[in-house]
């Protein structure tokens, strides 16, 4: 059985509805992340070596998790971007999920610069990047961070799923 065909297919199609329920409503739904949670250990249990698959698919949901958590402890992505990575992780192994991490970084900064530039938030988004390096900079004793207005919040969901179709078309190019 060729669960790798499977897993890809599955995976494509679970990032391309988070992203479009991301797109419309800024969220990603649990019951789609749980039910492909649950869909990548019933394939992975169906591989051939179910035991090393399963442990993949257990180091790729820890490594997707553990990758994005700092980014929502510091209220900088919503849990269900976490979420989502840890899912996708589930689906492709600690490896290939290193891998779209660094990816959606990139697709998550372009798509941040743009929406900042066609909002016209670019002052806004210096001061506040400044607000957080200043204290570096000046040799400052760090300060409690006051909350600021954001120059805008980001579906990041597509992000994510920009950077797992890279990955998954490069595996088959």
């Not at 990139?106 to 806004?124: E, N, P, S, T």
């Not at 920009?162 to 190019?173: K, N, P, Q, S």
């Amino acid at each position: 059985m060729p669960v790798a065909a499977y897993l890809d297919t599955l995976l494509l199609l679970l990032v391309a509805a988070a992203a479009i329920n991301d797109l419309a409503s800024r969220r990603i739904p649990n019951l789609l992340l749980l039910s492909g949670l649950i869909a990548a250990l019933a394939l992975h249990a169906l591989s051939p070596d179910p035991g090393q698959a399963l442990l993949a698919c257990l180091g790729g949901a820890a490594t997707g998790l553990l990758i994005f958590m700092p980014f929502y402890l510091v209220r900088g992505m919503a849990a269900g971007d976490v979420k989502m990575m840890a899912t996708v992780g589930a689906f492709t192994g600690p490896a290939a999920a290193l891998h779209i991490a660094i990816l959606s970084w990139c697709a998550g900064g372009v798509m941040a610069l743009a929406i900042i530039v066609f909002r016209g938030r670019v002052r806004m988004a210096l001061g506040n990047l400044w607000g957080i390096v200043r204290p570096a900079v000046l040799r400052l004793p760090a300060a409690p961070l006051a909350m600021r207005e954001s120059a805008g919040s980001m579906p990041y969901g597509v992000a994510i799923a920009a950077g797992t179709i890279y990955v998954l078309m490069a595996r088959y190019a």
